[in-house]
């Protein structure tokens, strides 16, 4: 099984910008799909952004898109989530996740493993 954890979360102001970053245990990291998804207190978990295995292709939620970057580096078996021009809406619990697939824009119900996730809180 593939274990991950998220790093990164803090308290920031509106307009901050704040870096994510999710580790990833065993020797598969490159052979996975990887995303990041959020849930804020009493709303559903809903999709951020996913990067293919390689790198060489994201999508991003419309609500992120233009402010949030996703990456990945391979060699250290770690994805990351860039966050600029940060808002109270994107107040929430993040988390990585993995999914053996190659398809990119897929429900979160298809991904295979998760991390705990990391607490990022914007205030105005």
């Known amino acids: 099984q593939v274990q991950l954890v998220e790093s990164g979360g803090e308290l920031v102001q509106a307009g901050d910008s704040l870096g994510l970053s999710c580790a990833v245990s065993g020797r598969t990291f490159g052979s996975y799909t990887m995303g990041w998804f959020r849930q804020a207190p009493g709303k559903e978990r809903e999709f951020v952004a996913a990067?293919?295995?390689?790198?060489?292709?994201?999508t991003y939620a419309d609500s992120v898109k233009g402010r949030f970057t996703i990456s990945r580096d391979n060699a250290k078996n770690t994805l990351y989530l860039q966050m600029n021009s940060l808002k109270p809406e994107d107040t929430a619990v993040y988390y990585c996740a993995a999914r053996f697939g190659l398809a990119l824009k897929v429900p979160k119900g298809e991904y295979d493993y998760w991390g705990q996730g990391t607490q990022v809180t914007v205030s105005s």
């Open positions: 990067i293919t295995r390689g790198g060489g292709a994201t």
